[in-house]
Each structure stands twice: as C-alpha cells, then as structure tokens.
C-alpha cells in the first residue's frame, strides 16, 4: 500500500503541474490580447491625432506602424499559445485520468481488505458464540 499511497502523491502532483501550466498559458494569452487591446487603441489615437487612416499613406505616422507590427506580433504569439493551451489541457485531462484510475484502485483494495478484515472479526464473534453455546465460556 505504501507504494500505492506514493503513485497517488506522484500523480497529483503530475495533475497539480499540469494545472499549473493551463493557467499560466490562459494567463499569457490574456496578457497578450490585452497588450494587442491597449496598441489597436493606441493606433487609433495616433491615426486621429495625424488624420491619417491609410497605412500605406505616406505620411502615415511611424509609431503605429511600429505599433501595429506590434499587435500582429501579440496576437500570433497568442494563437501560437492557444495550439499550447489544448496540448497542456489535454496532458491535464490525460494525468486526471490516470489519477482517478489509481485512486479507483486504491479504493477497491481497501474495501478488499475491510471486507477480509470484517470477515476475520465474524468468524473470531461466530467462534466465541460457539463456545458460549457449549457452555466452555460462562
């Protein structure tokens, strides 16, 4: 049982990990489209303040056509995130599969042995009424 007790640690960790991992990519991403958010914002404000929409316009101005690379980058770093993300929640599910299927076991072993335990403890009481029965024990 002590090596059982120890996969079970072992596999809760491993689901702890995992879950980890999930939210830290979830947390990234959210990151990540905020920071996109706060440049698609930024952009507008600067295309009002030169009144130029048209980025392929001249006189268009520098900072958001840096800051529009920018959000591009941001948002394929978090569709990248995302094919991470279904991996990482997949790995979760896989490891809480695992966990469930030890515990399982865990389980039916220990209701094994309480269901030999209380069979040795009918057969000491069956015994003893036995005796008593007889009149060995008063």
Same mark, same amino acid.
């Given at each position: 049982?002590?090596?059982?007790?120890?996969? @079970?640690?072992?596999?809760k960790?491993?689901?702890?990990e995992?879950?980890? *991992?999930?939210a830290? @990519?979830?947390?990234?991403i959210?990151? #990540?489209?905020?920071?996109?958010?706060?440049?698609?914002r930024? @952009?507008?404000?600067e295309?009002e303040?030169?009144?130029?929409?048209?980025? %392929?316009?001249f006189?268009?101005?520098?900072?958001?056509? %840096?800051?529009?690379?920018r959000?591009?980058?941001?948002?394929r770093s978090a569709?990248?995130?995302?094919?991470?993300?279904?991996e990482?929640?997949?790995?979760?599910?896989?490891? #809480?599969?695992?966990?469930k *299927?030890?515990?399982l076991?865990?389980?039916?072993?220990?209701?094994?042995?309480?269901?030999?335990e209380?069979?040795?403890?009918?057969?000491?009481?069956?015994? @003893?009424?036995?005796?008593?029965?007889?009149?060995?024990?008063?």
């Amino acid at each position: 049982m002590k090596s059982r007790d120890t996969l @079970i640690r072992l596999k809760k960790f491993q689901v702890d990990e995992h879950r980890r *991992k999930v939210a830290q @990519i979830e947390t990234m991403i959210a990151e #990540f489209l905020r920071m996109a958010g706060d440049l698609d914002r930024e @952009i507008q404000v600067e295309q009002e303040r030169a009144g130029i929409n048209d980025p %392929a316009h001249f006189a268009y101005p520098t900072y958001a056509k %840096a800051a529009m690379q920018r959000r591009e980058n941001l948002r394929r770093s978090a569709d990248e995130l995302s094919g991470q993300l279904e991996e990482a929640r997949a790995a979760l599910q896989e490891s #809480f599969e695992e966990l469930k *299927k030890v515990e399982l076991l865990d389980e039916r072993d220990q209701l094994r042995e309480r269901t030999v335990e209380h069979a040795r403890e009918q057969n000491e009481l069956d015994s @003893i009424a036995g005796l008593r029965a007889r009149g060995a024990v008063a």
